[in-house]
């Protein structure tokens, strides 16, 4: 299997395995084959059985952030209840840039029919403003600011 985002470790960051749901274990590379081993049983149509999220903030997030950054997330693509597996890069020492995390998450659901992923670019524009709206931090600024907000 090909090098994953997961587990890239480019300009000297350490990768942390954090979380899985649904895996057989805590292990990027075996998370990845379970996943592909399940698309391939569930005989889907679907080309793609992956989805790679990545969330990247400005500012350090305490765990409850980070569970809640998530949730928002699984809740704007539909992937509650989806299988993952999560990785957090980090520099080492103090680089002033905070820590960053990625999820691989099976696409299939159980039944062979894949999540939708239209309109992510929005989707992701929502999650990261109701990120910085529950968290304190400033909003970045982007041409949708009003429209994401309502």
Same mark, same amino acid.
């Given at each position: 299997?090909?090098?994953?985002?997961?587990?890239?470790?480019?300009?000297?960051?350490?990768?942390?395995?954090?979380?899985?749901?649904?895996?057989?274990?805590?292990?990027?590379?075996?998370?990845?084959? &379970?996943?592909?081993?399940?698309?391939?049983?569930?005989?889907?149509?679907?080309?793609?059985?992956?989805?790679?999220? #990545?969330? #990247?903030?400005? &500012?350090?997030?305490?765990?409850?952030?980070?569970?809640?950054?998530?949730?928002? *997330?699984?809740? &704007?693509?539909?992937?509650?209840?989806?299988? *993952?597996?999560?990785?957090?890069?980090?520099? $080492?020492?103090?680089?002033?840039? $905070?820590?960053?995390?990625?999820?691989? *998450?099976?696409?299939?659901?159980?039944?062979?029919?894949?999540?939708?992923?239209?309109? #992510?670019?929005?989707?992701?524009?929502?999650?990261?403003?109701?990120?910085?709206?529950?968290?304190?931090?400033?909003?970045?600024?982007?041409?949708?600011?009003?429209?994401?907000?309502?």
């Amino acid at each position: 299997m090909a090098l994953h985002p997961l587990t890239r470790t480019d300009a000297n960051e350490a990768a942390t395995i954090i979380d899985g749901r649904g895996v057989v274990a805590l292990d990027v590379h075996v998370a990845l084959r &379970q996943f592909e081993a399940q698309w391939r049983i569930a005989n889907s149509r679907a080309r793609d059985f992956l989805v790679h999220a #990545s969330i #990247s903030p400005a &500012q350090p997030l305490s765990n409850d952030q980070w569970a809640d950054a998530w949730e928002f *997330y699984e809740e &704007q693509h539909g992937l509650f209840w989806q299988p *993952y597996i999560e990785v957090e890069h980090a520099k $080492p020492g103090d680089s002033g840039r $905070p820590s960053h995390r990625h999820r691989a *998450y099976l696409r299939i659901r159980p039944d062979g029919r894949a999540v939708h992923l239209g309109h #992510s670019f929005q989707a992701n524009e929502v999650v990261a403003r109701l990120c910085e709206l529950s968290f304190g931090h400033p909003l970045t600024k982007v041409a949708h600011n009003r429209a994401v907000v309502a």
